[in-house]
């Protein structure tokens, strides 16, 4: 069965470093996501792409983030400057519809742990 | 108002058990329903989606109240490998894109022997 991956699994980095989380969602897949789940907190959507470019963001999807996919399989998130409230479990997402049955398969995720 | 909101649990509950989760949404722009499972420090996966019409997968049934914003999962028989926090999610669309999936906080569920 198909399956998002994502690396590393686990993430240490000094505060104010850079870090690049990556993804390689399932292959026919057109949709792709970052959400994050701070630890005993609810999983909170960061970002959707689809066709090379952001459609939505939130609020935590700050200027220090960005995303990028570059090339036909790999799908990365960047935090330019990690800060510590950064540390969490970040998972990558990816769907291949875009109507009401746009079931999300999620990756294992990155722990990024921010000292 | 919490965007979805869940009965806080913890649930523990004998084998064999019936456990039911309750879920209320506040976006009424919300398109589509899912339960989610999610095992400890895992991901989650997707356990079903819910319908208007209420649908079932075997133990588990879900059902859809639009009016009321409302949503329920009920698993009957329960086992062993039901421990888990179980994730009310909605969906809101975006500009045909894709989607936003919007989580609830869970629900934990033991089951003991």
């Known amino acids: 069965e198909p399956e998002v991956t994502q690396t590393p699994s686990h993430q240490v980095t000094q505060m104010g470093q850079e870090v690049i989380l990556r993804c390689v969602p399932i292959s026919n897949h057109l949709y792709f996501y970052w959400y994050r789940q701070i630890l005993g907190q609810k999983v909170e959507f960061l970002v959707s792409?689809?066709?090379?470019?952001?459609?939505?963001k939130s609020e935590i999807f700050d200027d220090q983030f960005s995303v990028e996919r570059p090339d036909g399989s790999n799908f990365t998130l960047k935090i330019r400057s990690t800060k510590l409230e950064d540390s969490a479990m970040y998972f990558c997402a990816s769907s291949t519809l875009a109507g009401p049955n746009n079931e999300q398969f999620f990756g294992p995720g990155t722990r990024l742990t921010v000292l | 108002r919490k965007e979805v909101e869940q009965d806080p649990g913890p649930f523990n509950v004998p084998e064999g058990a019936t456990v039911a989760f309750n879920c209320t949404y506040s976006?009424?722009?919300?398109?589509?329903f899912f339960w989610y499972r999610q095992d400890c420090r895992k991901e989650p996966k997707l356990l079903m989606s819910?319908?208007?019409s209420g649908n079932e997968d075997g133990r588990f049934t879900a059902q859809l109240n639009r009016a009321s914003q409302y949503i329920s999962l009920l698993i009957r028989d329960s086992k062993l490998s039901d421990s888990a926090t179980y994730l009310c999610v909605v969906n809101i669309m975006i500009y045909n894109q894709g989607g936003k999936l919007i989580f609830g906080q869970g629900t934990e569920l033991s089951v003991k022997p």
């Open positions: 792409f689809y066709n090379n470019e952001i459609s939505e």
């Open positions: 976006n009424s722009a919300s398109q589509s």
């Open positions: 819910v319908y208007s």
